[in-house]
């Protein structure tokens, strides 16, 4: 690590689908045009990341430990944080946990404290929510949700967070984010709350001066019955995986992008299984690093291209990662359903199934637990 000054650590958790990645990068951008030097972390149960390609994309140094959470990979978050320090000594490194994780605190954190307090000025732990799907976990408005032992995962993570952050705070009208916000305040009341987009860029100003400025605070880390967080883990399915495409005479990248996400959708809103979050990329062969980037976060939800390519393209490759409360095989049918959709509706072209890996998460595991920051 840097011998000169301690670099400061951000980790920015939150459930599946709430925007975390979005946030990752306008807090990247807004202390990169500060003059400070960024480096980010992703986390995922498997390989291939959208978030990582996304973040690369634009222009960020990053790096991906995949196999595990944060938590049971604490060994690899060293090892990613001095990789980043040999290549651009930055002064701040914002991780983004899997957003099925939750003690963070005690397994990630802490430890940081105990044993890396020399390298590193740790900041309050954020946890983004998106307001559509709490206000359907807390009973506020109708709509689907996941098991009680998924929810479990959820709420931990609300639990010990020192910052929530409502995200896409302009879905909602001002009665509703003033009911949820009392809600949260009620069932969390430690936590600090603000109200944000990601989006717009409301409220983004005043969390990150407090992340970029705060230090997390001292305390016993939360109680976590493990049983039932590796059984909330273990009704998740969880793909990714990636696919060539290429076509002879030009097509649009974005609505290959569509096609399949739509596809996607429909096969898993038959099969009633409960969308966490469903993202692709579609990165072409040649060009100047542009990709296409985009969302589904709830089953009810149109899918939405955050990114979008320029021009026409001839090949490239996509992927996609998916977690849904259903079974794994499941969702690679639902990837092969719209590969052939797709083909259909691009005549010509070539898409093939190069890699997949398709998984309920196992058992969390992690390397350290603390339940303080220092020994008493």
Same mark, same amino acid.
Request: proline share 5%; net charge negative.
């Given at each position: 690590m840097n011998p000169q000054? !301690?670099?400061?650590?951000?980790?920015?958790?939150?459930?599946?689908?709430a925007g975390k990645t979005t946030c990752v990068s306008k807090l990247a951008q807004e202390l990169t045009d500060q003059g400070f030097t960024v480096g980010l972390i992703t986390n995922d149960q498997g390989s291939e990341l959208v978030d990582t390609a996304m973040l690369r994309s634009r222009g960020f140094a990053t790096e991906e430990i995949p196999g595990g959470c944060f938590c049971c990979r604490f060994n690899s978050l060293?090892?990613?944080?001095?990789?980043?320090?040999? *290549?651009?000594?930055?002064?701040?490194?914002?991780?983004?946990?899997?957003?099925?994780?939750?003690?963070?605190? #005690?397994t990630v954190t802490y430890p940081l404290r105990r044993m890396y307090g020399a390298n590193f000025v740790i900041s309050p732990l954020s946890v983004?929510?998106? &307001?559509?799907?709490?206000?359907?976990?807390?009973?506020?408005?109708?709509?689907?949700?996941?098991?009680?032992?998924?929810?479990?995962?959820?709420?931990?993570?609300?639990?010990?967070?020192?910052?929530?952050?409502?995200? !896409?705070?302009?879905?909602l009208d001002e009665g509703n984010l003033a009911q949820l916000s009392a809600r949260l305040s009620v069932d969390f009341p430690k936590a600090e709350i603000f109200m944000v987009s990601a989006r717009t860029g409301k409220g983004l100003e005043e969390w990150f001066a407090r992340i970029a400025a705060g230090e997390q605070p001292d305390g016993a880390a939360m109680a976590v019955d493990y049983k039932v967080y590796a059984d909330g883990?273990?009704? *998740?399915?969880?793909?990714?995986?990636?696919?060539?495409?290429? !076509? &002879?005479?030009?097509?649009?990248?974005?609505?290959?992008?569509?096609?399949?996400?739509?596809?996607?959708?429909k096969?898993?809103?038959a099969d009633n299984a409960e969308v966490a979050h469903l993202k692709m990329t579609f990165s072409p062969n040649e060009g100047l690093g542009d990709i296409a980037v985009i969302n589904v976060v709830r089953n009810d939800f149109v899918p939405e291209l955050s990114l979008e390519l320029p021009d026409m393209v001839r090949a490239g490759q996509v992927i996609i990662n998916c977690r849904a409360e259903a079974a794994p095989d499941l969702l *690679?049918?639902?990837?092969?359903? #719209?590969?052939?959709?797709t083909r259909a509706q691009f005549p010509g072209i070539n898409l093939k199934l190069e890699h997949s890996e398709h998984f309920r998460p196992g058992k969390p595991e992690p390397t350290h637990r603390f339940a303080r920051a220092v020994e008493v």
């Amino acid at each position: 690590m840097n011998p000169q000054k !301690k670099a400061r650590y951000i980790m920015i958790g939150g459930f599946l689908g709430a925007g975390k990645t979005t946030c990752v990068s306008k807090l990247a951008q807004e202390l990169t045009d500060q003059g400070f030097t960024v480096g980010l972390i992703t986390n995922d149960q498997g390989s291939e990341l959208v978030d990582t390609a996304m973040l690369r994309s634009r222009g960020f140094a990053t790096e991906e430990i995949p196999g595990g959470c944060f938590c049971c990979r604490f060994n690899s978050l060293v090892d990613a944080a001095n990789k980043l320090t040999e *290549l651009s000594r930055p002064d701040v490194f914002i991780a983004e946990p899997v957003g099925s994780c939750t003690d963070l605190v #005690a397994t990630v954190t802490y430890p940081l404290r105990r044993m890396y307090g020399a390298n590193f000025v740790i900041s309050p732990l954020s946890v983004v929510v998106d &307001p559509i799907r709490a206000q359907r976990i807390f009973g506020l408005a109708p709509g689907g949700k996941f098991s009680e032992k998924v929810l479990y995962i959820y709420r931990k993570q609300l639990e010990e967070a020192d910052f929530i952050v409502v995200n !896409k705070c302009e879905l909602l009208d001002e009665g509703n984010l003033a009911q949820l916000s009392a809600r949260l305040s009620v069932d969390f009341p430690k936590a600090e709350i603000f109200m944000v987009s990601a989006r717009t860029g409301k409220g983004l100003e005043e969390w990150f001066a407090r992340i970029a400025a705060g230090e997390q605070p001292d305390g016993a880390a939360m109680a976590v019955d493990y049983k039932v967080y590796a059984d909330g883990e273990a009704l *998740l399915g969880w793909l990714n995986c990636t696919v060539s495409v290429d !076509k &002879p005479d030009d097509f649009d990248g974005n609505a290959l992008l569509r096609s399949l996400a739509e596809s996607m959708q429909k096969t898993l809103n038959a099969d009633n299984a409960e969308v966490a979050h469903l993202k692709m990329t579609f990165s072409p062969n040649e060009g100047l690093g542009d990709i296409a980037v985009i969302n589904v976060v709830r089953n009810d939800f149109v899918p939405e291209l955050s990114l979008e390519l320029p021009d026409m393209v001839r090949a490239g490759q996509v992927i996609i990662n998916c977690r849904a409360e259903a079974a794994p095989d499941l969702l *690679l049918a639902a990837v092969e359903t #719209a590969l052939s959709a797709t083909r259909a509706q691009f005549p010509g072209i070539n898409l093939k199934l190069e890699h997949s890996e398709h998984f309920r998460p196992g058992k969390p595991e992690p390397t350290h637990r603390f339940a303080r920051a220092v020994e008493v």
